[in-house]
């Protein structure tokens, strides 16, 4: 069975920092194209960052700058660091990783960033 588990989300102050963890179980997670959501109350879920199948790295131009996607083969985990956090960051945010046979997404685990 294939799971996607986030982590390390919560609340922080603006100027703040957070690492996002996305576990993989049943699938690799630092090989392929893997990838960050969000989605605010009342609004689209919108891609954050990504690691496309060739391994470069494409980022909203609205966190470009302040956070960073990484990976870590030997924890089958894929990270996401986000640095000098603003209000409008919150949001519910999810990793997805698209596969030929499934499109796989994590419950979602919720930052809010306090002005």
């Known amino acids: 069975q294939v799971q996607l588990v986030e982590s390390g989300g919560g609340l922080v102050q603006a100027g703040g920092s957070l690492r996002l963890s996305c576990a993989g179980s049943g699938i690799i997670v630092t090989v392929g194209t893997m990838g960050w959501y969000r989605q605010a109350p009342g609004k689209q879920r919108e891609s954050v960052a990504l690691f496309t199948d060739s391994g470069l790295t494409i980022y909203a131009n609205s966190v470009k700058g302040r956070f960073t996607i990484s990976r870590d083969n030997a924890k089958n985990t894929v990270y996401l660091q986000m640095n000098s956090l603003k209000p409008e960051d919150t949001a519910v945010y999810y990793c997805?990783?698209?596969?030929?046979?499934?499109?796989?997404w994590g419950k979602g685990i919720q930052v809010t960033v306090s002005s």
């Open positions: 997805n990783a698209p596969r030929p046979v499934d499109d796989y």
